[in-house]
């Protein structure tokens, strides 16, 4: 009987992987979506700071690795539902995977390319669980793309929900710097 119990949990567990929602484990621990990269693809940036003194293009940060580029995907749903009002609903899940940047300068090729994972952030909007109805998780466990499978919200004092809350052009979204959520949203 266990057995059965455990197989009806890991369809489920698959099953809701695919829904449109994020899945917490308790009140705030957010297991991974598994599919983000399945997931409607908004845009990529890098080098993008609000930091009062940020580093000069050209130099590394302390850790050395460089600038990473920062690939970003919206659930289909929250995207489709943004189209149609121009709002993100409840439930609305963004997730951020940073990738390491590297450059190849030889004859015929030049330029910067996206090299290895390096980590995962996901935001989710759910009003009922989290002050200020966003909350930003990290599921980077520091060995590139070796990524948790569980995360608690970052503190609501951590530096990225006062930046999203500053600066982000549209609910805590930074919709200026994504063509493809500017050209969707309605006028």
């Not at 990269?37 to 302390?62: D, H, K, M, T």
């Not at 599921?139 to 793309?145: E, K, V």
């Not at 052009?169 to 959520?181: A, C």
Request: glycine share 8%; net charge positive; hydrophobic share 35%.
């Amino acid at each position: 009987m266990a057995n059965i119990a455990k197989i009806f949990l890991l369809v489920w567990l698959a099953a809701a992987q695919q829904s449109a929602g994020p899945i917490f484990e308790g009140k705030t621990t957010l297991l991974r979506p598994n599919n983000y990269r399945e997931w409607i693809f908004v845009g990529s940036s890098r080098g993008l700071s609000y930091a009062a003194n940020p580093p000069a293009q050209s130099q590394a940060p302390a850790s050395g690795m460089g600038e990473m580029y920062h690939n970003v995907y919206i659930t289909p749903d929250a995207y489709r539902e943004f189209t149609r009002t121009g709002k993100f609903p409840e439930g609305t899940m963004l997730a951020m995977e940073l990738l390491s940047a590297d450059t190849k300068r030889e004859p015929g090729l030049q330029g910067s390319y996206e090299k290895e994972f390096m980590g995962l952030e996901v935001s989710v909007k759910d009003s009922s669980r989290f002050t200020g109805g966003w909350a930003y998780f990290n599921f980077s466990d520091g060995r590139g793309a070796s990524y948790k499978d569980k995360a608690e919200p970052f503190p609501a004092s951590a530096g990225c929900v006062s930046c999203h809350k500053q600066n982000a052009e549209t609910d805590n979204v930074f919709t200026q710097f994504y063509p493809v959520l500017r050209a969707a949203k309605p006028k």
